[in-house]
């Protein structure tokens, strides 16, 4: 990737640089990935899918093979002398003998279909015009120039963007690539970096199956009935499933972070990162590097180290999360955020560094996010915040279970971050919050709760899309809130389902709280104790510091008579199903342990001891 400093011949670091010929050209640092380029022009695939994590230098590879492959780069080969590529005689006379077609939709980020479907003609126009002297060649004929300017007016003229350009939009590349074809007696290559940029947004904003609906026919004329087509690759973050996007495509090899293919083509090595810290002069704080920034598995292909962190580090010489504060990482945020009481408990266990065994598909089904939770574990594994350990193959029909874990330091400093976020403003004082549940500082704790319900909890149901879960026309209870968690209501209820639903909201809340106490407790949540499973166990690691065990309860009208007796019904339950014993058989005595009954009745919290 790009560079280091000046000094002691050490080159020169430019951050964000994507461009090959300007990091070449510039003499910047850069790590040798040319090996990608013989490992797919090998592998005579038509049309290669290769997914990985953002800022995993997949722009920088593609803006690689166009400059090896296109003809506007012929004569270049000085961009790759002294790279590994250029040792080879058959690619040394490969260089610059393609027509290319490279195409980014990362910019395509729009909240509806019109604009992003026009955005996507744009992006098309743009690449028609960097070929305009076609126009000027006898070889193109009176039709096609007539289509050119047609597709120039469309993005010019706004009245022109109506529903009937849709197919001249989607054909417009293979018609592209029938003139290069014939212009230069050549197929033609295709790049085209972040394909499922707006495959995510389509989902956040509601307009899916339309833009989906136009996309598949872009991508079937594009990569499957173009004659003139010779090879192309696609990247991207997420594997969006075949039904989705490329039910047509069977020329079509898909390398996702658990195949083997092109394993050490993204990302960097061990070894690549630690030659890298020699030459500076940061041989002593390898451990530290590998801590924060190592982890990444592609197929049985370990320790790969995240390049925009290492990159930054070699630059900036601190431990930072730099890739983890390049994105708001608000999707996954939000599918966290509304998860079930067990998906909140495996992120407590991730969190503590321990390993969970899930089922999921990694092809992403954007629809069944909202309702299927292993699809969030399958997107968890794509983004790169959790890594596949191993896999067990299991049954008749060798379903596959994936062992994962949080990728590594610089990844749970972002989890941590992101709890802490869903609460706003009002989770700046966390800490104080903390400090009063440690004290027994009754008041202090209820005016935070409080603070918070009243600030935050009215906004937590912003999501676009509805969930199959969010019914509120069914919540006939007395309810003083219907805005939260799913659409259930935090209020008084006598729904069993509605309480559970509240309750795993509030359970999420308070665990994320605790992020920050790693170093202090072992945090616990749903564990069976004495006579059932209690809601939060904080473990401490530390003498002076007292137990602490947690009870929710959420408000029933036909149970309760006010919110200070369900407080404290959840302080018997604790004592009348013997929550403590899995404290006092670890040697804390019983003086040591503290009882919070945590009352809940929609934005009013009420907590006793």
């Known amino acids: 990737m790009n560079g280091l400093k000046k000094g002691a011949g050490i080159k020169r670091i430019s951050i964000g640089n994507q461009g090959f010929d300007d990091i070449r050209e510039n003499d910047c640092f850069y790590i040798d990935k040319t090996a990608f380029i013989k490992e797919w022009w090998e592998s005579m695939d038509i049309v290669t899918l290769i997914t990985r994590p953002?800022?995993?230098?997949?722009?920088?590879?593609?803006?690689?093979?166009?400059?090896?492959?296109?003809?506007?780069?012929?004569?270049?080969?000085?961009?790759?002398?002294?790279?590994?590529i250029w040792e080879y005689e058959k690619y040394r006379q490969l260089q610059g003998t393609y027509p290319v077609i490279f195409l980014s939709f990362a910019e395509v980020k729009s909240t509806s279909f019109y604009e992003a479907r026009n955005t996507i003609a744009a992006i098309i126009n743009d690449v028609y015009k960097q070929h305009r002297y076609l126009i000027e060649s006898d070889i193109i004929t009176d039709g096609e120039k007539e289509m050119w300017n047609k597709l120039e007016k469309y993005i010019l003229e706004p009245s022109m963007n109506t529903e009937e350009n849709n197919s001249m939009i989607q054909r417009a590349i293979k018609d592209l690539c029938g003139c290069l074809s014939r212009y230069y007696n050549s197929k033609v290559l295709i790049l085209l970096d972040e394909y499922d940029t707006p495959m995510q947004e389509a989902y956040i904003y509601g307009y899916w199956d339309e833009f989906t609906a136009f996309l598949r026919n872009l991508f079937n004329s594009t990569f499957k009935t173009n004659p003139y087509l010779a090879r192309a690759v696609m990247t991207?973050?997420?594997?969006?499933?075949?039904?989705?996007?490329?039910?047509?495509?069977?020329?079509?090899?898909?390398?996702?972070?658990?195949?083997?293919?092109?394993?050490?083509?993204f990302?960097?090595?061990?070894?690549?990162?630690?030659?890298?810290?020699?030459?500076?002069?940061l041989s002593d704080k390898k451990e530290e590097v590998k801590r924060w920034y190592d982890g990444f598995t592609f197929g049985i292909q370990k320790d790969i180290y995240n390049p925009w962190s290492i990159i930054n580090y070699l630059d900036k010489k601190q431990l930072r999360p730099y890739w983890a504060s390049t994105s708001s990482?608000?999707?996954?945020?939000?599918?966290?955020?509304?998860?079930?009481?067990?998906?909140?408990?495996?992120?407590?266990e991730l969190l503590k560094g321990e390993t969970i065994v899930v089922n999921f598909d990694e092809q992403i089904v954007f629809q069944q996010l909202?309702?299927?939770?292993?699809?969030?574990?399958s997107l968890l594994v794509a983004g790169g915040y959790l890594k596949v350990d191993g896999i067990d193959y299991r049954g008749e029909t060798l379903e596959p279970w994936y062992h994962v874990s949080i990728t590594n330091l610089e990844t749970r400093?972002?989890?941590?971050?992101?709890?802490?976020?869903w609460f706003g403003v009002a989770a700046s004082d966390y800490n104080e919050f903390v400090r009063a549940m440690v004290c027994g500082?009754?008041?202090?704790?209820?005016?935070y709760m409080n603070d918070v319900a009243l600030a935050t909890f009215s906004n937590f149901d912003t999501g676009v899309l509805p969930s199959d879960r969010s019914q509120p026309e069914k919540y006939t209870s007395c309810c003083d809130y219907q805005g939260a968690a799913n659409g259930a209501s935090l209020c008084y209820s006598t729904n069993l389902e509605e309480i559970a639903i509240a309750i795993s909201f509030y359970h999420g809340f308070v665990l994320g709280l605790m992020v920050g106490q790693s170093e202090n407790y072992e945090i616990r949540s749903n564990r069976e104790s004495g006579f059932g499973r209690y809601d939060i166990m904080l473990i401490p690691k530390k003498n002076q510091l007292p137990a602490i065990v947690i009870e929710f309860k959420v408000y029933n009208i036909n149970r309760e008579k006010s919110l200070s007796e369900t407080a404290e019904n959840a302080l018997r339950q604790i004592e009348e199903k013997n929550y403590d014993a899995e404290l006092l058989n670890r040697g804390i005595d019983k003086e040591r342990i503290r009882h919070y009954g945590f009352a809940f009745k929609g934005k009013k919290v009420l907590i006793m001891e």
Request: aromatic share 10%.
């Open 441 to 447: 500082d009754l008041e202090a704790m209820n005016h």
């Open 236 to 265: 991207g973050i997420t594997r969006v499933s075949k039904e989705s996007m490329f039910s047509d495509l069977n020329n079509l090899n898909v390398v996702t972070t658990i195949s083997n293919e092109y394993s050490t083509c």
């Open 267 to 281: 990302g960097f090595t061990e070894n690549e990162v630690f030659r890298s810290l020699d030459e500076l002069g």
């Open 54 to 84: 953002r800022r995993f230098g997949k722009t920088l590879n593609m803006s690689m093979l166009n400059c090896f492959f296109s003809n506007k780069y012929a004569g270049r080969g000085d961009l790759f002398q002294g790279l590994s």
């Open 329 to 348: 990482n608000g999707l996954a945020s939000r599918l966290l955020q509304k998860g079930s009481a067990q998906m909140k408990e495996h992120m407590e």
């Open 370 to 377: 909202d309702t299927d939770e292993s699809a969030v574990w």
């Open 413 to 421: 400093s972002m989890f941590g971050n992101m709890f802490k976020g």
